[in-house]
């Protein structure tokens, strides 16, 4: 069963501390995303990658950085974290457009704690 | 800037009972997609309808899409309470391979 793999679904930091929220795909798929989910306000681009080592800001970029290193790879980082970066976390990966089918695949979620 | 927005918000239905929910969208799309959340969980997958496509059909589902009204809906029909979850409409812009999503309706099937 293919699947996408976050590696915590839940993670409690403290202010300032750097955090790192991993997510591995076995699908060999070329596009990786990670959104966050908060209440009312729907799922939100945080970044995405379409290859290994490229990676692009989405609609809200602002303290976090990802890092590609491997395809089925992708890291997000929240640089020093903050209380209202407390979310859930969705990592989602896809086939590349000009195949036959890119709906998303997503993990299971992180749900984020920061006090 | 949500693209996709979902109507109504919340939906109480009895089990049975077919469950419709809309979808609006501002831009030219490439395709649109529908997605289910289970509480607390990550988003599931349900069907893809593609910009030159009015209907499509999957199971108990059927979609419609609208691009001269810029909406689309998803019919559940039959509803079992193991459908209660959220659903997600996302699209898919002409040149990206970003999905926009929007922020749900909240679907709950009484037995």
């Known amino acids: 069963d293919v699947k996408v793999t976050q590696s915590s679904r839940y993670l409690v930091k403290r202010t300032g501390e750097k955090v790192f929220l991993e997510c591995v795909q076995d699908?060999?798929?070329?596009?990786m995303f990670w959104y966050r989910q908060d209440p009312g306000l729907g799922l939100r681009l945080i970044y995405f990658?379409?290859?290994?080592?490229?990676?692009e800001k989405g609609d809200i970029p602002e303290g976090y950085s990802v890092s590609r290193e491997k395809k089925e790879r992708f890291s997000l980082i929240l640089e020093s974290a903050s209380t209202n970066q407390t979310s859930m976390y969705l990592c989602?990966?896809?086939?590349?457009?000009?195949?036959?089918?890119?709906?998303?695949?997503f993990g299971s979620g992180t749900r984020l704690t920061v006090v | 800037s949500q693209q996709g927005e979902e109507d109504p918000q919340a939906l109480s239905i009895q089990e049975g009972e077919n469950a419709t929910m809309n979808c609006s969208y501002k831009t030219s799309i490439n395709n649109l997609q529908w997605y289910r959340q289970n509480s607390g969980r990550g988003l599931v997958h349900l069907i893809l309808?593609?910009?030159?496509?009015r209907e499509k059909h999957s199971g108990r589902l059927r979609v419609t899409l609208d691009t001269s009204k810029k909406s689309s809906s998803l019919l559940i029909t039959a509803s079992r309470a193991a459908d209660t979850a959220s659903y997600f409409c996302?699209?898919?812009?002409?040149?990206?391979?970003?999905?926009?999503f929007g922020s749900g309706t909240r679907l709950l099937v009484r037995p």
């Open positions: 699908m060999d798929h070329e596009n």
């Open positions: 309808i593609r910009s030159n496509e």
């Open positions: 990658s379409y290859d290994v080592k490229m990676k």
């Open positions: 996302a699209t898919a812009l002409d040149s990206s391979y970003k999905l926009i």
């Open positions: 989602a990966s896809s086939r590349p457009r000009g195949r036959r089918n890119y709906g998303y695949t």
